[in-house]
């Protein structure tokens, strides 16, 4: 009997709990697609809450208090909605389906919204949340949009930059801008379900199909005549420089509430310019500078189409396809490389997406998606003809890109459920991928020369040797010493007693085609527990492992607390406070298993000769065969494991007004285990440690990172005005940017990180309403220098690297700096070519130029078309928005506009202000201390002006 009463008594309380008083649903259109990014406020015993529509239009609040509710739509776009005395007492679904919006004027509903503050992880303050008319201001050409998301997201704590994800797919392309309906940057930034920290996390989401039909055209134009020339370009002419732009879309309903359609269509025609910035030597070997431009044709073509489907009320589907193609011309060339390295490029792709939503219960919905791409690439260049490469001088010779190409197609699945569970939302899921990928490379088959720098006696005017002296030599002026005494019939000896001879001669002969594939799996659990009403504490856990590594312990804990310091329950608190920590995983690519398989001395041989005799004669492969020469071997550490990233945030959220909100957030960042390569088989006192003269590329995970960041997130939205953007203060270090000085001492590359160390950036967008419904949208951007690397141009410890470092001789004025590996740079002083152990400088010592620029600058203007005569609209309606503050809703009016016109004029860098990049730090080229290249983004323009039209209806 009493276990019966204990029995009854736990399904009891089991039955009670399962009943939780909650409220779920999900927002439509009159068509029945789901309206992601829906504010749903409700306002009942505890005050008030909010929360936005995932991508599925779904929207839980768990845990509610039982009794009466007022329940409000906002989303852009439509009219708000709202259901009043929703009587909750336990689970209660409330579907909401949008009118669209007819000539409904919503003031200030979103950007009142935005500027609130919030404990939901979702919403802390330095995410940036780009809507319809932030995404306005940016191009349509998808290579330009894709570096502003990219200068938008900022500097993220690694080097890898952001991420772009669409529709919660990675690798995706990125979708034409006409099919984006929002873009989230570091939203929720340490959620378990991302594995790479949201600070570079791109997410995009893509338009669905609409209830009426709805199409666009855009187009975009630029010319030469409309561009200014790069102040590095001596031609007086601005260079030939052509782009044409032509996009559609159109998107209806196939079956009222059931199904809809969306299909697009892009095509881009571009003539651009690789600028070409080099020095030679003319037909009396004299140095001969190349200031040249080379035309790069370009045409891309795109399609793709969306097909929405609502199976029934508890399940819905939707499936795109798209397909891109591009050929290119004269690919490769541009900086040191001449014209003659030119080859052609084509690749076209295919991708499938498929995602479903389901909703299991009251309190349950699980997401599915599905995703397959392929990509096929073909390159064809001429290496027939050996390659030449003069250290900081310039690269000639053939294309030795060869006949090559890839297939590589990617197979993914990710599932996510959410779960409401009284004050809990829990979350889990996982993401699996496999790609394949077939490769064919007979890349430097034809061979490639190579000279550094040395040192010799001094010419004088005949050419002839002057007893007794030595002189520092650039590696152009080796390589004019070898040919000039070739022509004098001197052997290859007495040419390298001269100062003059070849450093390097390498061959890659064997099997073209290898084929590798990789699958990996993530899989999380997470729960944001709404410990009180001002209160949130989030925590997870992701597991991460893939095939190519035999390291499976890649656990990455994530916990954040987000504390709206004195909120009441009627009274939301303008002050959040949070903190967060967690570990984040990086993916040992295919590439890196794939060289290995490839140069393991089988596969494929990569011969190497130090100090060839037979310059400029290219020896056949049987003689480098049964020579028994060195090859370049590449080798995995056995014990690879996955590089991972330690990261933790404090921060602050504060609502200034009701336009105005900041963010201030300090982080700190530890990268361990990250991966570099170098020679273990490097002579130490000219004997070699593997007892042959093999070199041994060894790829192992020993580099170490840190950085902190201190940033301000600043937000502004007051009527059609809106700022966003950061200030960042950064310093970091790390010993694993590029190949070490000394492949022994691994310690001496600890120094400023390239990305990392950049101490100042600031970057801000805004709208600016102007006379006559213009509006004006600059991006602005500055940038303190960022540390360079100083090189001696020549291999000195015999590893095939070339990446030592010179010391710098404090006292030594400029006369006595001569001679001896000595040589004297006025910005500098006097350098030491071949210093001893111990005295190099540090890596990355220098550091160049600060930026400050008008990034883009935007004027656009919409014109309205169409529609019938407007009545006088009522008086409108006030609604309270979350976080304070409220909004004037007017009421619809009658007559239709049907058509919008849009123009606009984007011009980078519109000031056609000069800001160059760190210059060469070569000490064996003659562009030593030289800028070699601008940072406003092109390489034969400094100022570029497109023109751009759009029309809706």
């Known amino acids: 009997m009493k276990l019966c009463v204990i029995i009854l008594a736990i399904v009891s309380a089991a039955l009670a709990q399962a009943q939780q008083p909650s409220l779920r649903g999900v927002v439509t259109d009159p068509s029945g697609s789901a309206v992601p990014q829906t504010v749903v406020q409700i306002r009942g015993p505890r005050g008030e809450q909010r929360q936005t529509t995932g991508d599925n239009g779904q929207y839980l609040f768990a845990g509610l208090t039982p009794g009466k509710y007022q329940v409000r739509f906002i989303a852009k776009g439509f009219s708000p909605g709202e259901k009043r005395d929703v009587e909750i007492g336990g689970q209660v679904t409330l579907n909401f389906e949008l009118a669209i919006e007819a000539n409904t004027q919503v003031v200030n509903v979103e950007e009142a919204v935005e500027n609130g503050v919030s404990v939901d992880p979702n919403e802390n303050g330095d995410a940036v949340i780009l809507k319809e008319k932030q995404l306005e201001a940016l191009s349509d050409d998808p290579d330009v949009l894709q570096q502003q998301l990219m200068a938008l997201a900022g500097p993220g704590q690694g080097p890898n930059g952001g991420q772009i994800y669409v529709d919660g797919f990675s690798g995706a392309n990125l979708p034409p801008k006409a099919n984006i309906q929002e873009i989230r940057i570091n939203s929720n930034p340490y959620s378990p379900e991302n594995d790479r920290p949201g600070g570079i996390m791109i997410q995009i989401i893509t338009k669905p199909g609409t209830s009426t039909v709805h199409a666009g055209f855009n187009g ?17 002419k601005r ?42 030597l003319d037909s009396n070997l004299n140095p001969l500078q190349v200031n040249q431009t080379v035309l790069v044709p370009n045409t891309s073509f795109g399609t793709g189409g969306r097909l929405d489907y609502a199976i029934n009320a508890k399940n819905t589907i939707w499936g795109r396809y798209s397909f891109s193609q591009t050929i290119r011309d004269n690919v490769g060339v541009g900086d040191f490389t001449l014209a003659s390295r030119a080859y052609a490029s084509q690749n076209h792709s295919h991708s499938v997406q498929v995602s479903e939503t389901a909703v299991l219960s009251a309190r349950m919905v699980t997401d599915t998606r599905f995703q397959f791409s392929r990509a096929i690439t073909a390159n064809t260049g001429d290496n027939t003809i050996p390659a030449l490469t003069v250290q900081g001088a310039f690269t000639g010779g053939g294309a030795q890109i060869g006949n090559s190409g890839a297939t590589t197609t990617n197979l993914e699945v990710n599932s996510s459920t959410s779960y409401g569970y009284k004050t809990h939302t829990y979350r889990w899921g996982g993401r699996f991928r496999k790609s394949f990928w077939d490769n064919t490379s007979v890349n430097n088959f034809g061979g490639s020369f190579s000279f550094q720098g040395g040192s010799g006696p001094a010419l004088d005017a005949n050419n002839q040797p002057i007893a007794g002296t030595s002189t520092d030599l650039t590696a152009l002026e080796v390589y004019r010493r070898t040919l000039l005494f070739q022509k004098s019939g001197l052997s290859d000896a007495a040419i390298r007693a001269l100062g003059g001879g070849a450093y390097q001669f390498t061959l890659s002969a064997g099997q073209p085609s290898i084929t590798v594939g990789r699958f990996d799996a993530g899989v999380y659990f997470a729960d944001d527990w709404r410990a009180k009403s001002n209160l949130t ?6 597991y991460e492992a893939q095939t190519n590594i035999s390291d499976f312990g890649a656990i990455a804990p994530r916990v954040a607390v987000a504390w709206n310091v004195g909120a009441k329950p009627n009274k939301p608190s303008k002050t959040v406070l949070r903190a967060a920590a967690g570990a984040f995983y990086d993916r040992i690519s295919e590439s890196t298993t794939l060289n290995a398989l490839r140069f393991n001395g089988i596969t494929q041989q990569s011969f190497v000769v130090f100090s060839p005799s037979f310059f400029p004669n290219v020896p056949s492969v049987s003689s480098l065969q049964t020579g028994r020469l060195p090859q370049q071997i590449q080798l995995l550490d056995a014990g690879l494991i996955a590089p991972r990233t330690y990261q933790g945030t404090v921060g602050v959220d504060r609502q200034i007004s009701k336009a105005v909100r900041m963010s201030f957030n300090y982080s700190q960042t530890r990268g361990v285990h990250i991966q570099r390569t170098r020679n273990i088989n490097a002579p130490i006192a000219g004997v070699f440690p593997f007892g042959d003269s093999q ?21 502004v939205n007051y009527k059609k005005l809106f700022v966003s953007g950061y200030y960042v203060y950064s310093h970091g270090r790390s010993d694993a940017e590029g190949q070490p000085a000394d492949p022994y001492n691994l310690r001496a590359e600890w120094g400023p990180s390239s990305y990392g160390d950049v101490h100042h950036r600031v970057t801000l967008q805004t709208n600016l309403p102007m006379p006559w419904k213009l509006n004006l949208t600059p991006l602005f951007q500055f940038s303190s220098g960022a540390p360079y690397n ?31 590996n000595l040589v004297f740079k006025p910005a500098f002083g006097c350098f030491d070519l071949n210093p001893a152990p111990g005295t190099s400088l540090t890596r990355n010592f220098a550091r160049g130029p600060s930026s400050a620029n008008i990034v883009i600058l935007a004027l656009s203007r919409t014109w309205v078309l169409g529609g019938g005569k ?29 058509y919008n016109l849009g123009f606009s004029i984007q011009a980078q860098n519109p000031l056609n202000h000069v800001t160059y990049s760190a210059p060469s730090g070569d000490l064996s080229s003659p562009f030593f201390g030289v800028y070699r290249s601008t940072s406003s983004g092109g390489s034969t323009y400094n100022r570029r002006v497109d023109i751009q039209m759009r029309l809706n209806f």
């Open 220 to 236: 975009s134009y630029n010319k030469e005549a409309l561009n200014s020339r790069s102040p590095l370009l001596t031609q007086s």
């Open 239 to 280: 260079p030939q420089f052509k782009t044409e732009q032509f996009g559609a879309n159109v998107s209806g309903a196939l079956k009222k509430q059931k199904a809809s359609y969306s299909l697009d269509y892009s095509r881009r025609s571009i003539t651009e310019n690789s600028f070409i910035y080099a020095t030679t």
């Open 537 to 542: 504490v989030s925590y997870g856990l992701r």
């Open 695 to 715: 070199i041994r590329m060894y790829t192992e995970a020993t580099g170490f990172s840190r950085q902190q960041q201190f940033s301000i997130s600043p937000s």
């Open 790 to 820: 100083l090189i001696i141009g020549r291999d000195l410890n015999g590893d095939s690297v070339i990446a030592e470092r010179p010391a710098l001789l404090s006292g030594v004025a400029a006369a006595n700096c001569a001679g001896g």
């Open 870 to 898: 407007k009545e006088p609209a009522p008086t409108g309606q006030t609604v309270q928005i979350p976080g304070g503050g409220s909004v004037t809703i007017a009421n619809p009016t009658t007559g239709a506009r049907r």
